[in-house]
């Protein structure tokens, strides 16, 4: 099964940049950026399509952070610019073995990495 180990947290101010990274033993169809804010539920950040080559992003980020990939390395990052206190949070990587649905839906993802905090103060 795939293992995917996250890095790059930290804390930043607002209007700071971030660049997070998921180092994973093999790419799957599917691979994502979610994450979960004290007291919320985890919520889907962005996500990347390998075999449509299309990246999504919730709504909320559109335009700040960037997914990608770098399959050299088996790794992939996330950008992100711009952030904001309502950023903070812990995000987790996380991997599907199906092509990625329209929506960043927690439920087809079955491998997760332990998480990194990111902490965005105002």
């Known amino acids: 099964q795939v293992q995917l180990v996250e890095s790059g947290g930290g804390s930043v101010q607002a209007g700071g940049s971030l660049t997070l990274s998921c180092r994973y033993t093999y790419r799957t169809l599917c691979m994502a950026w979610f994450r979960q804010a004290p007291g919320k539920e985890r919520e889907g950040v962005a996500s990347d399509d390998a075999h449509r080559g299309v990246n999504v992003y919730d709504d909320s980020v559109k335009g700040r952070f960037t997914i990608s990939q770098d399959t050299s390395q088996n790794t992939m990052f996330l950008q992100m610019n711009n952030l904001k206190p309502e950023d903070t949070g812990v995000y987790y990587c996380?991997?599907?073995?199906?092509?990625?649905?329209?929506?960043?839906?927690?439920?087809?993802?079955?491998?997760w990495g332990q998480g990194t905090q990111v902490t965005v103060s105002s």
């Open positions: 996380a991997a599907a073995s199906q092509l990625c649905p329209r929506s960043i839906l927690a439920g087809v993802f079955l491998r």
